[in-house]
């Protein structure tokens, strides 16, 4: 095998970057606590400077509407090179509850091959790969095989309130041929993943009125329309009897994997007995004939979220309820639109309400669902990458979720790979987050890879 490009650097550097990340992880950026706004901005300065000591000429903190983003960019690769941007973040879950950690959130410990602390997975050991594995590269080479800019934002783990924003303000600024998240995880050390899609979301609040008011069960009851058993029944008729969601058009523009999609998904080992346990739940259910990984992800899926009607206080009150609500939570799969399928679930639920009954309906969201291409060029680069430092490829996964991710694809126009090194047992946003060393060398020898076989790439013309 040939040397890989970081190696030397690698085994030259790893005390003082062990020492950096510990020095960042003392400091609690967690975003969802005022009180921490301080710390937040200061993991972010603490990040522009290892930005600066790396070799990025531009590096500067970018204000939004709450913490600050930290930008920088290396431009010298010229225009016939490709330019790649990178996304994580510099803020962090909160420590609670502390009771629960063996040593404090915020006091880094290492012992053996793990690294423990609040943020040493998500993310800012990932981020300090990214930059490590640019200062590498700087080192040895003195200039890089692309154009990268790295864009860390503060408030990931509260949402991203302010990044559509941000990245709508700095389009041309943040103009990329590809962008590299790194906040991810991938299944196991010896088996390496990728996310390559997300689930997109609409959801529906449907409150349903039978009468101007509630009225006395004893008079009433028995004769007119119930507003409880109304949404009870809507509600239930929301899947058929094989649980697929039963809205009319719901899976009509659903894209079937192709082969080799569906090959990569299903080599990724799946443990039911332990998926059950995880959630606490006696038995799985859902979409007749498609596996847990498929309904997860590659599925689409309506959740219902809440239901509510009537009386449920203390003791008894004797009416008919005249209002009930329930909220339906929708994960769409490629090549669903949000708009159509919002437009799809008004429909059913107009006609699935009797005559006379009002139905009110308020949609909250509309993200779209977004994958990455099998043979898009750069997730081969990154295909390459991987091999080239695990010994083989990493296997193709869609997250059933939806993240920042989707805008970053969206807004920027760009394709969105991922590269991630987090272990699903690394306890992220959980007590005792942990950090496994022999993945963070290794994944910073193929952050390296990545940006040599994404420099291979032409720029687009
Ligand atoms: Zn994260």
Redesign the pocket.
Known sequence: MDELALASYLEGSKDRILASLVEWLKIPSVSADPDHATDVRASAEMCAGFLREAGFPAVELLETGGHPAVYAEWLGAGESAPTVLVY??TDVQPGDPIEEWDSPPFEPRISGDVLSGRGAS??KG?VLMQIEAARGLLSDRGELPVNLKVLFEGE??VGSPHFEALLEAGLERFAADVVVVS??TMEAPDIPTTAVGMRGLVAFDVVVRTAPADLHSGIWGGTVPNAALVAARMASALHDERRRVAVPGFYDDVRELSPEEAASLNAIPFDEAEFRRTAGVAYLEGEEDRTPRERTSTRPTAELVGIHSGYGGPGMKTIVPATANFKVAMRLVPDQEPDKVAEAFRRWAQDQAPEGVEVTLTKFGGVAPMVTPADSPALRCLSRAVQKVWGKEPLLERIGGS?PEEALGRVLGVPVISFGI?LPGDR?HAPNETLSLAQLWRGLLAAGELLIELGSLKAPQ
């Open positions: 994580g973040h998500d993310d990932q990931e783990e906040d991810a993240g987090a992220f």
